[in-house]
C-alpha cells in the first residue's frame, strides 16, 4: 500500500513538472510567433494553451510509465522524460522560430525521431513524433487564430504531414546498422525522397506557381538539414549528460585507441588477444539471437580487465616457462585467480563504462569452482574439501551478454588450449560447456531460450571452424620441389 502511494506521489510530481514544461514551451513559442514577448501578460491565450500542450504532453508521460520496456539498456523513467521533453522542446522552439522570422514550412521534428530512437529505442522515438507534432499543431494554429497574426497555417499543416512522413521513414533508417554519416545522408535523401510531396501541397494550396512550388521544396530541405545539425550537435551532450551508451558511443569504446584496450594491450598481450577472440564469437552470437552487436562486443573486450593487475598468475601472460602458481599454495592461487573479478569491477567503474560491461566482468564466471586449484588441494590433504573456498566469488549471469560472455569465453580457451580434430570435436566441445554450466544453474537467471542456446552453439560452431582452417605447409611444398 505504502508503495502505491509513493508511485501516486511520483506521478504527481511528474505532471507537476511536465505542466511546467508545457508553461514555458507555450509562452516561448507563442512569442516567437507573435514576434512580441509582451505577450506574457496575455494569460487569455497562453493559459488553455498550456493546458492543451499540457494534455499532449501527457499522453507521452503515460506512454513511458505503463508501456514503454522495449530498450535493451536499463535507462530510468527520469531520463526518458527528460530526453524526450527536452527533445520535443528544443524541437518545438527552433520550428516556432523558422515559422516566424523565416520560412513557415520548414520544420525540425525530425531532430526528435532521430534522438529519441538513438538514445532509447524506436516505439518511443515514433511516439514522441507524434507529440511534437500535436504540439506544434496546438501552438501555432491556437495562437494565430487568436492573436490575428498573418495566417501561413496552410504551409505549417502541410510541413507537419510530410515531416510525419519523412519521420516514419527514419525510425526505419536507425533501426538498421546505422553511423553517423549514413544517418545524415539518409535524412538527407528522405527529404528529397518527399520533397515532391511539399511540391504538390503547394499547389493544392496556393495554385500552380514555380516560386511557391520552389519555396514548398526549399523549406523541407531546410528543414531536414537544420533537423540533422540539431541532432549531431546535441547528440553528444545528450550522451554524456544522461550517461546513455549509443552505438557511436561503444564503437569509440571499442576502439583500439582507447585508452583501457591498449594498457590491457601492452600489460597483458596474452588476454587481450583472447578478449579479441572472444569478442569475435560473442557478437556474432548476439547478432544471431537480436542483441546489440555494439555492446556484445564491448562486454567481451573488458570481461578480463581486471588480469591487468597480476597478468604474471594467467596462463596466457606467462613467459619462459614459468609458472609463479607453482611456488603458491592452492588457497592463494584461487584468490589471485578470482581477484581478476572484483578488480576489473574497480577498473570499469573507475573508466566510466556501461553497466551491462560491468556486469559482464562481474559474473562471466558466475559462483562456479576453480577446479584445477580444487583437484590440485584435494590431491594433497586426506581430508574432504569444501568447494566454497575455491569458487568465484560474484553473481550467476543475470543479463544475455554476461552469459555470452561465459559461453565464448569458456569455448575459445578450450579450443586455443586443445584444438579439435574436425567440426564434430568442436560441437561436443560447446555441447558440454553450455551442458555443464546448465547443471551448475549459472544460466537460471540470465532469460536465455533453448531456442537462444541451440542458434548460440550453431553460430560459435561456424565463426570457430573459420578460425580453425588448415593452412598450406610450406616447407614440404619445398621439398616436394
Known amino acids: 500500500m505504502k508503495t502505491q502511494k509513493q508511485n501516486k506521489w511520483m506521478t504527481v510530481a511528474y505532471l507537476a513538472v511536465i505542466f511546467v514544461v508545457s508553461f514555458f ?8 510567433i507573435a514576434k512580441d514577448f509582451t505577450v506574457f501578460s496575455n494569460y487569455k491565450v497562453y493559459m488553455p494553451l498550456s493546458i492543451m500542450v499540457f494534455c499532449i504532453l501527457s499522453t507521452l508521460y503515460f506512454y513511458i510509465d505503463k508501456l514503454d520496456d522495449d530498450t535493451l539498456e536499463c535507462i530510468s523513467k527520469l531520463k526518458k522524460c527528460l530526453i524526450c521533453y527536452s527533445a520535443i522542446f528544443i524541437s518545438v522552439l527552433v520550428s516556432c522560430i523558422l515559422y516566424s522570422y523565416f ?9 526528435v525521431t532521430m534522438m529519441v530512437t538513438v538514445l532509447i529505442n524506436r516505439k518511443l522515438g515514433i511516439f514522441s513524433t507524434f507529440v511534437s507534432i500535436g504540439v506544434m499543431l496546438a501552438i501555432v494554429m491556437t495562437s494565430t487564430y487568436v492573436l490575428d497574426i498573418e495566417n501561413y497555417n496552410i504551409d505549417m499543416i502541410g510541413g507537419l ?3 510525419l512522413i519523412m519521420c516514419l521513414f527514419m525510425t526505419f533508417l536507425v533501426g538498421k546498422e546505422y553511423s553517423r554519416l549514413r544517418l545524415t545522408w539518409g535524412t538527407i535523401l528522405i527529404a528529397l525522397a518527399t520533397t515532391p510531396l511539399a511540391g504538390l501541397y503547394s499547389i493544392l494550396g496556393h495554385g500552380i506557381s514555380f516560386e511557391t512550388i520552389g519555396n514548398a521544396i526549399l523549406d523541407r ?3 531536414s538539414m537544420l533537423a540533422v545539425a540539431i541532432f549531431i550537435v546535441f547528440l553528444p551532450l ?12 561503444l564503437a569509440e569504446v571499442c576502439s583500439p585507441s582507447q585508452p583501457l584496450l591498449k594498457e590491457l594491450k601492452e600489460k597483458a598481450p596474452g588476454t587481450y588477444n583472447h578478449c579479441v577472440n572472444v569478442a569475435n564469437l560473442v557478437e556474432s552470437c548476439a547478432i544471431a539471437i537480436d542483441l546489440n552487436p555494439y555492446m556484445a562486443r564491448a562486454c567481451a573486450y573488458f570481461h578480463d580487465v581486471g588480469k591487468i593487475n597480476h597478468p ?8 619462459d616457462g614459468h609458472n609463479p602458481h607453482d611456488d603458491l599454495i592452492p588457497e592463494v592461487s584461487v584468490n589471485m585467480i578470482t581477484g581478476h573479478v572484483k578488480d576489473g569491477v574497480e577498473i570499469l567503474k573507475k573508466h566510466h563504462m556501461p553497466e551491462t560491461v560491468i556486469r559482464a566482468a562481474y559474473e562471466h564466471h ?3 569452482t576453480v577446479s584445477y586449484f580444487y583437484i590440485k588441494a584435494q590431491s594433497i590433504t586426506e581430508e574432504q574439501l569444501s568447494n566454497y573456498t575455491y569458487r568465484y566469488n560474484a553473481n550467476k549471469p543475470s543479463t544475455k551478454y554476461s552469459a555470452l560472455v561465459m559461453i565464448c569465453d569458456m569455448c575459445e580457451a578450450i579450443v586455443r588450449a586443445k584444438p579439435p580434430a574436425d567440426e564434430d570435436g568442436l560441437k561436443a566441445i560447446v555441447d558440454n560447456v553450455i551442458n555443464s554450466k546448465m547443471k551448475e544453474g549459472q544460466f537460471d537467471e540470465c532469460m536465455l531460450t533453448v531456442k537462444d542456446f541451440a542458434i548460440i552453439k550453431e553460430t560459435i560452431c561456424e565463426v570457430a571452424m573459420a578460425t580453425m582452417h588448415k593452412r598450406i605447409d610450406y616447407d614440404k611444398a619445398k621439398e616436394r620441389r
Open 161 to 163: 504531414l510530410i515531416s
Open 312 to 319: 604474471e598468475y594467467f596462463t596466457e601472460n606467462q613467459k
Open 103 to 111: 520560412t513557415p514550412g520548414a520544420i525540425v521534428t525530425s531532430s
Open 238 to 249: 545528450y550522451e554524456n549528460i544522461f550517461a546513455v551508451w549509443t552505438n557511436f558511443k
Open 25 to 32: 514551451m507555450t509562452v516561448l513559442a507563442v512569442a516567437c
Open 366 to 368: 558466475g559462483d562456479a
Open 221 to 223: 530541405l531546410i528543414g
